[in-house]
């Protein structure tokens, strides 16, 4: 099996015997982002991790209480309410070549971007209107790094990490986003998860979510299985 780098993968045993397999990285420092313990194995608070999975609150708290998590649940919206022009080598050819890429942000009123990742590339927000609140999830311990950024103020993703933004203020929030690739990749965690056509049954064993739950995402998400 070939893994690409960066892009979410998983593996159980479908046998009736121990599997055993030799794991081969093309990188001394791989890194690991268990999903499942990155999401709901820290300390990030219930509500949080409600607007940016689009799960339930009592599904949130469930898993928190099995991986460990804390935090108190909250209110939720599950609207994206996000714009997002980007300068991207696909769609904008002059930035082939140098390194980089750009995109402009546009948060309505608890607008969210849900939890993702950049594969290809570590992201610099810096937000020019309005107020957002933003956090990534380490690979040390799925530690939180979590803060609350106003006009003028910068936030920096590392490459591959889990992240999320949204609005937490009271206007229209708008930010320059910059990256370190032209073709950075992204992965909408949720919509990796559950915009698919992979059984239902396969994503409750890896995700650890409710059968009604994954299939009540799967619905919202316009995914089978």
């Known amino acids: 099996m070939v893994f690409p780098q960066g892009v979410m993968h998983f593996q159980f045993n479908t046998g009736e015997t121990p599997a055993t397999i030799i794991a081969s990285f093309g990188s001394t420092n791989p890194g690991l982002q268990v999903t499942a313990f990155a999401l709901f194995g820290n300390n990030l608070p219930s509500s949080f991790v409600e607007k940016t999975t689009f799960r339930d609150e009592a599904e949130v708290k469930k898993l928190k209480g099995v991986f460990g998590g804390t935090g108190i649940p909250g209110n939720t919206s599950n609207f994206i309410k996000a714009a997002v022009t980007p300068a991207f080598a696909p769609t904008f050819p002059g930035v ?59 936030i920096v993703f590392p490459e591959g990490l889990l992240h999320f933004q949204f609005n937490c203020g009271k206007t229209l929030a708008t930010a320059i986003l910059s990256f370190s690739s032209p073709t950075l990749g992204v992965q909408l965690l949720p919509f990796a998860l559950f915009a698919n056509n992979l059984p239902s049954e396969i994503e409750e064993k890896i995700t650890f979510l409710d059968d009604a739950q994954v299939k009540k995402l799967k619905r919202v998400l316009r995914g089978t299985g």
């Open 96 to 154: 082939n070549g140098l390194g980089i890429s750009i995109a402009w942000l546009e948060l309505a009123m608890d607008g969210v971007v849900p939890i993702h990742t950049h594969p290809g590339a570590s992201e610099i927000v810096y937000v020019v209107e309005g107020t957002i609140c933003a956090g990534f999830v380490s690979s040390f311990a799925n530690t939180v790094y979590f803060k609350t950024r106003y006009k003028g103020d910068l």
